[in-house]
């Protein structure tokens, strides 16, 4: 069965580095998005994507937070400058078709630790 | 804004027992609601869905859910637990901007436990 395959599974890095967190998306799939759970946390949206172009972002996702999808099949988000409340798990997802004609299919997350 | 409250962050059940875990949302539109679950170590796995229609949605491992729209619930139920069922149950709400983009609103959680 296709999935959303997320790496890695774990990142520490010290504050202040740049981070990006990897995810391939099912195949034929067009719409993406991460989601972050800080620890004991609802899953809170970061970024929605869409023919190569952000089509929403949350409050959160601010200038240190970026993504993209360099190749056609992975989609990254890269955070330029970590802090320590960055720390959280990171969820990758995808959809084949928008508009709630399709299931959103999660990855099982990147726990990132910061330092 | 869409919202979702989770009452009980923390639910225990016998095996067998009824599992019912309770979700309200607020939304300005008619909504589209979820259940999510979680299992240890893994992504957020789709239970059930309702969109329109019925108001009683079918989902897998025996879930079902039903929509209210007088009280806002869309409760999640299981006539009889399983062991396996001990999971983190997510309720969400979307919101689909202009470019059919779904963004879940999700509640806080809830945590089941099975007792054997």
């Known amino acids: 069965e296709p999935e959303v395959t997320q790496t890695p599974s774990h990142q520490v890095t010290q504050m202040g580095q740049e981070v990006i967190l990897r995810c391939v998306p099912i195949?034929?799939?067009?719409?993406f998005y991460w989601y972050r759970q800080i620890l004991g946390q609802k899953v809170e949206f970061l970024v929605s994507?869409?023919?190569?172009?952000?089509?929403?972002k949350s409050e959160i996702f601010d200038d240190q937070f970026s993504v993209e999808r360099p190749d056609g099949s992975n989609f990254t988000l890269k955070i330029r400058s970590t802090k320590l409340e960055d720390s959280a798990m990171y969820f990758c997802?995808?959809?084949?078709?928008?508009?709630?004609?399709?299931?959103?299919?999660f990855g099982q997350g990147t726990r990132l630790t910061v330092v | 804004a869409q919202s979702v409250t989770q009452l009980g962050s923390h639910v225990s059940v016998s095996e067998g027992a009824l599992v019912l875990l309770r979700c309200n949302y607020s939304?300005?539109?008619?909504?589209?609601l979820f259940w999510y679950v979680q299992y240890p170590n893994q992504g957020l796995q789709l239970l059930l869905k309702?969109?329109?229609?019925?108001?009683l949605v079918k989902g897998i491992n025996g879930f079902e859910a039903e929509f209210k729209k007088s009280e806002t619930s869309f409760h999640l139920t299981k006539p009889s637990a399983h062991m396996s069922d001990a999971a983190e149950y997510f309720c969400?709400?979307?919101?689909?901007?202009?470019?059919?983009?779904?963004?879940?609103?999700f509640g806080t959680g809830t945590r089941l436990t099975i007792i054997p």
């Open positions: 309702y969109t329109t229609g019925a108001t």
């Open positions: 969400a709400v979307s919101d689909i901007n202009s470019f059919g983009n779904e963004k879940l609103t």
């Open positions: 939304s300005s539109v008619p909504p589209y």
């Open positions: 994507f869409y023919n190569n172009e952000i089509s929403e």
């Open positions: 997802a995808s959809a084949e078709r928008g508009g709630g004609r399709s299931e959103a299919f």
């Open positions: 195949s034929n799939h067009l719409y």
